[in-house]
């Protein structure tokens, strides 16, 4: 397990920040409003290899602790997003306790695991500032019916569920995530493993109801949604309102 402090930010409450458009200038914005963590998402992201360390060093430079969701779980993306300076790694569709553990030993040196040690990034690998977080990802029935057996694997820090795979894999609509009973009865399983090892549990939120709806059933992290979506609402709503008769309070900035 994690000895990272971010474990302990997950399992608190925490509202965390998405990136999935390229460039450390969004970063360090989205970095700077008080996010409890960001994850740079790498697997729907828009993000390759070469503009994720800037993005990692420009949420360092805000303070807020960083992950990134790699592309899919194998060893390769996890020791990069690692090696690159990210405090833990958000690993997509862990669907058994056999692809929960190889996730873990990517993320952990010998004799916790296979990760290879390579100390590019000055300050980062000499002194870790912390075993780095695993949090592997319920999204499909299969991950949620052997989601007991996840959540028992060593290494292991967090699960955190993807709503919309999730509901896709029970051949329902993503709508299904704005509440539904076979899909909250899903949901159940999911808290009601986590909660018996108190590991942080969270979920991806589309919206900030989504965020007030899955912190009633009793999530304990959320990354809302990312910097693309946020961008194109806001866009949307200043055209709205600088159109004639679209009114809105003066002020600048
Ligand atoms: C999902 O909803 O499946 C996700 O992975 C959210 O990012
Ligand atoms: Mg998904």
Redesign the pocket.
């Known amino acids: 397990m994690s000895d990272s402090g971010l474990v302990d930010v997950l399992r608190g409450d925490a509202v965390g920040g998405w990136l999935q458009l390229p460039g450390s200038a969004t970063a360090e914005v989205i970095g700077s409003v008080g996010f409890d963590v960001v994850c740079v998402?790498t697997?729907?992201g828009l993000i390759g290899d070469d503009a994720l360390l800037p993005m990692l060093q420009a949420l360092a430079a805000t303070g807020t602790p960083s992950m990134v969701?790699v592309p899919w779980n194998t060893p390769t993306p996890i020791t990069a997003a690692l090696d690159r300076g990210a405090a833990g790694v958000v690993v997509?569709m862990v669907n058994s306790a056999e692809e929960a553990a190889a996730a873990a030993a990517a993320c952990r040196w010998p004799p916790n695991g296979t990760r290879s040690y390579g100390p590019t990034r000055h300050g980062f690998m000499s002194s870790p500032p912390g075993d780095p977080v695993c949090a592997v990802?319920v999204?499909t029935v299969a991950a949620v019916d052997a989601v007991a057996d996840i959540v028992a694997v060593d290494g292991v820090d967090a699960v955190f569920v993807?709503?919309?795979?999730?509901a896709l894999s029970m051949g329902r609509p993503t709508s299904a995530q704005d509440g539904d009973d076979e899909y909250d009865a899903l949901l159940a399983t999911v808290l009601g493993a986590c909660k018996a090892r108190e590991m942080p549990v969270g979920i991806?939120c589309a919206s900030a109801g989504h965020v007030q709806r899955f912190r009633e059933l009793g999530f304990t992290y959320f990354f809302v949604r990312g910097d693309g979506a946020l961008l194109a609402e806001m866009a949307a709503a200043e055209l709205a309102a600088s159109r004639p008769g679209g009114a809105e309070p003066l002020r600048r900035g």
Do not use: A
Request: charged share 30%; hydrophobic share 25%; proline share 15%.
């Open positions: 998402d697997q729907h969701r997509p990802m999204e993807g709503p919309s795979d999730l991806f």
